[in-house]
């Protein structure tokens, strides 16, 4: 079956420093993949998303790349601020069900 | 715009009694989907509907759970009766459009405590 597989967390980094938190995934055919945001007493945002392999979708600074080759769809942004702090899931859409990474805390030191 | 909602946010039960989740989704939106989210872990779908239809509640464990969407509107889930391992945030997202792409809107949840 689908399944996501992201790094563990915490990562915690100083603000400013460069971010990146792994996510791979297992699946039939070519999903949709999506990284959600799950900020302190809120509920999961969606905050990009890529649809075919070599896109990149971007959103608050954020990046990722859909690569069919490594399976993989890693998160990354340039410089990290202390309102980056939360949780961040890895997702895939197949067969019309979303399934989601086991999610990675971050923190960000001021 | 409003967005999804739920109540209540917080519930604490004994073991063995029934508790109701409530969710109000985007005005609008035909989809609505129940998610557990166990503590460290992403949610897990338990059930999908499409208007009033259950399409697939293939993970909702029917012994103890049940859910409803009466008028293809808001929608309860229902636990009878709790288990200790059904504590978890219980969240509800909806979405306008089933299928590839489409952006599911999630609410702010409900945490249950089974005691």
């Known amino acids: 079956g689908n399944s996501v597989t992201q790094m563990e967390g915490p990562v915690t980094l100083s603000e400013e420093a460069f971010l990146t938190i792994n996510c791979t995934y297992t699946?039939?055919?070519?999903?949709?993949l999506f990284w959600y945001v799950q900020y302190p007493g809120e509920g999961l945002q969606l905050l990009l998303k890529a649809t075919k392999a070599d896109d990149k979708g971007s959103n608050k600074g954020f990046e990722a790349t859909y690569r069919k080759e490594t399976t993989s769809f890693h998160l990354e942004k340039g410089s990290v601020q202390v309102s980056d702090s939360a949780v961040y899931f890895c997702?895939?859409?197949?067969?019309?069900?979303?399934?989601f990474g086991a999610g990675t805390i971050l923190r960000v030191k001021s | 715009e409003a967005g999804v909602v739920q109540s209540p946010r917080y519930k604490i039960i004994e073991k063995k009694q029934p508790v109701a989740f409530w969710c109000n989704p985007i005005?609008?939106?035909?989809?609505l989907y129940w998610y557990r989210q166990n503590l460290g872990q992403g949610p897990e779908l338990l059930i999908r509907y499409e208007n009033e239809e259950a399409v697939d509640d293939s993970q909702l464990p029917k012994d103890r759970f049940s859910a409803e969407r009466l008028k293809g509107v808001d929608s309860t889930l229902k636990i009878q009766p709790a288990e200790l391992g059904d504590s978890a945030v219980y969240l509800c997202a909806s979405s306008s459009v089933a299928g590839a792409h489409n952006e599911q809107f999630f609410g702010p949840g409900t945490r249950l405590t089974v005691l």
């Open positions: 005005s609008g939106h035909n989809t």
């Open positions: 997702a895939l859409l197949g067969g019309n069900k979303l399934v």
């Open positions: 699946a039939t055919g070519y999903p949709s």
